[in-house]
């Protein structure tokens, strides 16, 4: 078995292979070009695994090198705290990579060449319009407030009148140029919104998500993009970690430290609690079973974080299944629905 660590980087790359005792067998630096790295693979005898660190360039180099390989892994660069002790070059670096892959020291990054993971950039796409358009919106509403203006609702944002109001000059220069740019982002917003929506058509498990109370088109989307597939969960409990709904307890010599925040996807976990407040706005069951864990002297906080959990446990195991969600899947003696 021969073990190759791989830094990768736009301009080049770095191999770095071990034999199964260790062995440095061969360093190699050659350019991030998709013939040459095939090549090379090829060229390195017997039976052979794989590793990078996720990057920009993680997706492309996984579909394009995994035929060439016994085993490919894409290791999560946080948990590879060896990268940062002692000299940082790209060889240092692939060597260190190849020496964890051999010692089984990786964390990896789920990846499987599936077209669900190109839902990714139009998520990625719509959540980055989202924060720049939130950030201007404060902007102008930041020039009426220095003049003592209060302004709320949406139509503040959708009728050009409101400018009027500040005094003629410099800051209503300003304002009316943000205004114009404000319009542009609507506009590439309601694209973003129905080119999500022609999704539905490509991936039905986007329908069978959005069945659920508190998941609409958009956290649908999200969902299918980040997770891929509901199977490469083992349990919900795994799912509820991934999704940073839990907490882990932190405990030594028999002795409870507390406990740690999960680190999972913040998007997911941003999701989940976001359809957690629209249900507790509705009069579903999960409303119903918010309820209940309050009658039964729950606290709100416990009872909203259960309901985001049976939220997400829902979505993994109707998306398994491929069922739409119906009411009687939230109540407790219910078992027939399991992820």
């Known amino acids: 078995m021969n073990y190759i660590g791989c830094d990768a980087h736009i301009s080049t790359c770095t191999f770095h292979v071990l034999n199964e005792e260790g062995k440095s067998m061969d360093v190699r630096t050659m350019e991030t070009n998709g013939a040459k790295l095939i090549s090379y693979l090829r060229e ?58 051999r010692g089984g020291f990786l964390r990896s990054v789920f990846h499987q060449g599936d077209s669900r993971e190109e839902l990714r950039d139009l998520v990625a796409g ?53 205004y114009e740019i404000l319009q542009i982002f609507e506009a590439k917003r309601v694209e973003y919104v129905k080119e999500m929506a022609r999704q539905v058509r490509k991936y039905p498990e986007i329908k069978v998500l959005k069945s659920i109370p508190g998941i609409g088109t958009i956290q649908a989307c999200k969902i299918v993009a980040i997770v891929v597939t509901p199977h490469r969960f083992k349990d919900k409990y795994k799912f509820f970690s991934y999704c940073g709904l839990v907490k882990h307890t932190r405990e030594s ?8 925040q999960a680190r999972g996807n913040s998007t997911l976990k941003c999701v989940f609690r976001m359809a957690g407040h629209t249900v507790l706005r509705g009069q579903s069951a999960l409303r ?52």
């Open 126 to 178: 719509y959540g980055d319009l989202i924060q720049d358009f939130v950030r201007l919106k404060n902007r102008y509403k930041a020039l009426f407030r220095s003049q003592g203006i209060r302004k709320r609702g949406g139509a503040f944002y959708e009728e050009e009148g409101f400018l009027k109001d500040l005094k003629k000059g410099p800051k209503r220069f300003v304002a009316g140029h943000v």
């Open 253 to 260: 010599d028999g002795v409870c430290y507390g406990q740690r």
């Open 288 to 339: 119903k079973h918010y309820d209940r864990l309050m009658s039964q002297g729950c606290d709100s906080h416990a009872a909203y974080n259960a309901v985001c959990r049976r939220i997400a446990s829902l979505s993994l195991a109707l998306w398994k299944r491929g069922e739409n969600y119906r009411d009687d899947y939230v109540n407790d003696s219910s078992k027939q629905i399991r992820p």
């Open 44 to 101: 390195v005898k017997g039976e052979k695994k794989l590793v990078f660190e996720e990057t920009n360039l993680a997706r492309w180099l996984y579909a394009l090198l995994r035929p060439e390989v016994n085993e490919l892994v894409v290791c999560d660069p946080v948990k590879n705290r060896l990268l940062s002790q002692g000299p940082k070059t790209d060889r240092v670096d692939a060597l260190k990579l190849a020496q964890l892959l």
